[in-house]
């Protein structure tokens, strides 16, 4: 059979189960309601063991001792910042070498290699504990031969468990820039340097200055801290509930489930810190759902990957970003999370203007009321809000970020005692601990090898001469050298998780922008808009291609159709850079107001240009470049921009009012599902 025969074969089969799909939504058969729980067996990566017996209590106990540990040192004994983070790192290699096989194996027994490698971590973390004072004033100069030995075992770890926990890719690019180190002195132009020993690059690198650097102190103090949260959350109930509101609110709207992922996948994913992780959590209930309202499977997975990957955009929490922005420019952590309000508002708007626009097309409806969680069930458990609101309330006045974090965890598990539905038991405060220990694992095997990438660009001075380079650029044409970065940022950030992204552009972009005279705020806004959209951009697109998992598409034409979807991602960091007040980071209200508004007509107007669809009609190539044109000019801020942007409008309505009326009635179907 020819390629074309099996595509052909493939494509009937693929329509065949929709219509399956969309005949029966699944429903509780007692209530009649749609089934919004979320399996948390289904969530469990695919790659870990299924640790039984004496190992699986072995693990519970150090994940449990793991979360108090630091929730006691951040609150109530802060320890040496080295000894904290080696110990955090300690923790993540334990349980990490436990859950995570090192390849792939169906015996879920953990062999005798991972019992020596994790022997070898203790001694690591040991090692740095007894020789604190010593190695503060050795490593990087003049090191011991025992200091290389730990440092490159510590090293080879980190290499491992980020393997492990994560793939190839950031183990690899963390390995090109390793390599960087050494050769170095053979490159020409700006990636030359005098190049450096083995003794003195391993001992700096699993240093303060590298491994241990910023990007695990953000892990051990604040993403730590939210994913025990999270945990919490999802333990008590008040995970559930938020599905449960979003289902309630939007799953009767006209294409429900797409605009339940947007809401849902933006509420957990601004709490999870990964966008992949945020698709495999609520992707695996909206996928299925939004395939069975009928949505194309493409579509759904693009809409999820979108959504979650946008949830890190969203304040207070912004999956960890703000955090690591706060640690890196020292710029107050609540000022970070006012200026992410507006441009986060406006992403989220733009995706829900895109799957309304699709669901127009396609004449979806949305589920039956009588499906969906009930109003009255909303409001009853409304004060399930609160750990969220008092975080958000504790933030935004300047409580820190650990004492905000402790209370909303204290209050989760105080509110889920007011219902017998909700109640925590002992064991469920462990498995609480336990939880968010082992969701934290991939996160701080990311943050420790994001760490080598950072040294190594500290050590070799890469970042200050890409700066030069930037200002150079600039010199013709400032806005030639934001292409250039945000190039840069989108590269640097394929194939790695937003934290490891957003730090090495953070190192690397951001110097140089600040240096051309942008704001330090405006720097790392942008570079970390492009961070987190790294995610759902071709051709390497990890949010994408796990939606494209769950859905049973092409992960190469979901990731397409993501950056479709996600496009307004692309174009507001360059507005916010030229109109602060998209920041708002100007004293003029009435400007704020204005640029505002202006800029929520253009998102909804580059939606009918991506989608094709406008006044009422299927828009043609014209009157999508028109569309695109206005919202451009629209998100752009100015009066004279918003002028040209009117007329433009009138000109599409006008071509859309001419095209329609010249069509037949019958013309008027639904658009082509490969738009």
Request: a neutral charge; charged letters at 10%.
């Amino acid at each position: 059979m020819s390629e074309k025969e099996q595509n052909k074969h493939q494509s009937l089969d693929n329509e065949k189960g929709q219509e399956s799909f969309m005949s029966s939504p699944p429903t509780d058969e007692t209530t009649g309601k749609i089934d919004t729980t979320v399996n948390e067996e289904e969530l469990e990566s695919s790659n870990t063991r299924t640790l039984t017996g004496w190992v699986k209590k072995t693990f519970t106990i150090i994940a449990v001792i793991g979360a108090i540990f630091h929730l006691y040192i951040l609150n109530l004994h802060p320890i040496d910042p080295w000894v904290f983070r080696s110990t955090h790192l300690v923790f993540g290699l334990v349980l990490g070498l436990m859950l995570y096989p090192g390849w792939r194996t169906k015996s879920n027994k953990v062999p005798i290699i991972d019992w020596i490698l994790i022997i070898i971590s203790i001694y690591v973390g040991y090692y740095i504990f007894a020789n604190l004072e010593q190695l503060i004033f050795r490593v990087g100069v003049a090191p011991t031969d025992m200091d290389v030995y730990v440092a490159l075992a510590g090293l080879l770890l980190v290499f491992e468990i980020t393997r492990r926990t994560s793939g190839w890719v950031l183990p690899i690019i963390a390995s090109v820039f390793v390599v960087y180190v050494f050769a170095g002195p053979y490159l020409p132009g700006i990636l030359h340097h005098t190049g450096y020993s083995v003794e003195r690059f391993v001992t700096y690198i699993y240093s303060l200055n590298g491994v241990f650097g910023v990007t695990l102190a953000v892990s051990s103090k604040y993403i730590i801290l939210f994913i025990i949260f999270g945990a919490f959350l999802q333990k008590s109930g008040v995970g559930q509930y938020f599905i449960n509101v979003a289902f309630s609110i939007a799953g009767g709207l006209r294409g429900g489930p797409a605009k339940v992922a947007i809401f849902s996948s933006g509420l957990m994913g601004m709490i999870n810190g990964t966008s992949a992780g945020n698709v495999v959590a609520t992707g695996s209930l909206t996928i299925p759902l939004m395939k069975k309202t009928g949505y194309p499977s493409r579509f759904a997975a693009a809409t999820e990957a979108t959504a979650s990957a946008g949830g890190q955009l969203l304040p207070p929490i912004m999956g960890a970003g703000a955090f690591l922005m706060a640690e890196v420019t020292g710029i107050p952590y609540s000022e970070i999370i006012i200026a992410a309000i507006i441009p986060a508002v406006l992403y989220f708007i733009s995706v829900y203007f895109m799957v309304d626009f699709q669901a127009i097309k396609e004449g979806l409806r949305g589920l039956p009321r009588k499906q969906l969680p009930s109003f009255k069930y909303i409001i009853k458990k409304v004060y399930l809000f609160i750990p969220v609101l008092l975080l958000i309330v504790m933030l935004v006045s300047g409580f820190s970020v650990i004492f905000a974090g402790t209370a909303g965890i204290i209050s989760c598990f105080i509110l889920s005692l007011l219902s017998k539905e909700t109640r925590m038991s002992i064991k469920d405060l462990i498995g609480a601990f336990e939880l968010g220990m082992r969701d934290s694992l991939q996160l701080i095997a990311i943050v420790a090898c994001a760490g080598i990438i950072v040294g190594v660009i500290s050590l070799t001075g890469v970042g200050q001469r890409f700066s030069t380079m930037l200002l150079s650029i600039a010199d013709t044409n400032i806005f030639l050298a934001l292409l250039f970065a945000m190039a840069l940022a989108v590269l640097l950030g394929m194939g790695m998780p937003t934290t490891a992204a957003y730090a090495v552009a953070a190192s690397t972009v951001a110097p140089g922008l600040i240096n051309i005279g942008m704001e330090p705020l405006f720097a790392h806004m942008f570079v970390f808009y492009y961070a987190v959209i790294s995610a759902i951009t071709p051709p390497v697109a990890l949010a994408a291609f796990a939606a494209a998992g769950i859905s049973g598409t092409n992960p190469m034409k979901t990731g397409v159709k993501a950056f479709q979807i996600g496009l307004a991602a692309f174009i507001v960091p360059f507005v916010f850079v030229y109109s602060p007040e998209l920041l708002l980071q100007s004293e003029n209200i009435m400007g704020t107001i204005l640029a505002t508004v202006t800029a929520i007509i253009g998102v909804y107007l580059l939606a009918a240009a991506v989608q094709a669809w406008f006044f009422g009609n299927k828009a043609g190539w014209l009157s999508r470049l028109i569309l695109l044109g206005a919202s451009l000019m629209f998100i752009w801020t100015g009066f004279q921009t918003d002028i040209i942007a009117i007329a433009l409008v009138v000109i599409a309505i006008v071509i859309q009012k001419a095209a329609k009326n010249s069509n037949p009635p019958h013309s008027e179907q639904k658009a082509d599902l490969s738009q």
